[in-house]
C-alpha cells in the first residue's frame, strides 16, 4: 500500500471513530480492519479523508520549500492535542519551518525549540480546519480581520491583521488606568492587510 493511501485509510478511520465518539479496543484485529474499510458505508469517511488529505498536501505545497518537521503524537488524550496541525512557523533565528502532529505536541516542541517567532496554527478536525495565529509572547495577541458580519461599514482596522499587547480585564482597574493601557497598546499595535511570511524588525518593537 502506497504512503498516500495508507494516510488516507488512518485518517478515516480517525473520522469514523471521532464522528462516532467509538474507540477499536486495544490491537484490533486487523482482518475485521480490513473488512471495515472495504465495505460501502466506509467509503464515505474514506472520501473526507481524501479531502482533508488533499487541502494538507496543497497547503504544504504552497510553502514546499520550508523544512518540515513531524512531531510523533505522545499517546495521551485530551481535547487540547486532539486536532492535526500544519504549523507554519515564522522565526527571527531559524526561519520559517513548519512543523507537522497534533496540536499539544506541536506547541511544546515550538515553545521549546524557537524564541521570537509568530505561528499559524492550521487545525484540520473531522474533514474541517480552522486558523490560529499566535506570537511568542504571551502578552501579545494577533487578531485576524473581521470577514463575515452581518453589519455593514466595519472600521478599518477591524479588516486588518494587529497584533497589540493584551488589556487587562481586571475590573479594579480606575477608568484612567484602563484608557491608559489601551492607549499604549494602540500606540504599540502593527497593522497588515496580510500577516508577513517573516519574522520583520517591527516586531522586536513588541
Known amino acids: 500500500m502506497e504512503q498516500r493511501e495508507q494516510e488516507i485509510r488512518e485518517l478515516a478511520l480517525k473520522i469514523f471513530q471521532r464522528r462516532l465518539d467509538f474507540n477499536f479496543r486495544a490491537n484490533p484485529d486487523p482482518a475485521v480492519i ?10 464515505y469517511y474514506i472520501e473526507e479523508a481524501t479531502k482533508q488529505y488533499d487541502k494538507r498536501t496543497k497547503a504544504l505545497e504552497v510553502n514546499k520549500n520550508y523544512p518540515v518537521v513531524e512531531i510523533a503524537s505522545d499517546g495521551k488524550s485530551g481535547m487540547a492535542g486532539g486536532a492535526y496541525v500544519l504549523a507554519f512557523v515564522y522565526s527571527k533565528f531559524k526561519g520559517n519551518v513548519v512543523v507537522k502532529g497534533y496540536m499539544r505536541e506541536v506547541e511544546d516542541y515550538i515553545k521549546k525549540n524557537f524564541t521570537h517567532y509568530f505561528v499559524n496554527y492550521t487545525l484540520w478536525y473531522m474533514g474541517s480546519h480552522r486558523d490560529i495565529w499566535k506570537f511568542w509572547k504571551k502578552d501579545i495577541g494577533i487578531h485576524e480581520p473581521t470577514r463575515r458580519i452581518k453589519r455593514k461599514n466595519i472600521p478599518k482596522e477591524d479588516r486588518m491583521f494587529r497584533v497589540r499587547p493584551y488589556v487587562s480585564w481586571d475590573y479594579d482597574l480606575s477608568p484612567e488606568e484602563r484608557e491608559k493601557q489601551h492607549k499604549e497598546a494602540d500606540e504599540k499595535q502593527l497593522v497588515f492587510k496580510r500577516m508577513p511570511k517573516r519574522w520583520i524588525p ?3 518593537t513588541l
Do not use: A, I, R, Y
Open 202 to 204: 517591527e516586531f522586536d
Open 34 to 43: 480490513d473488512k471495515l474499510v472495504e465495505s460501502e458505508p466506509f467509503q
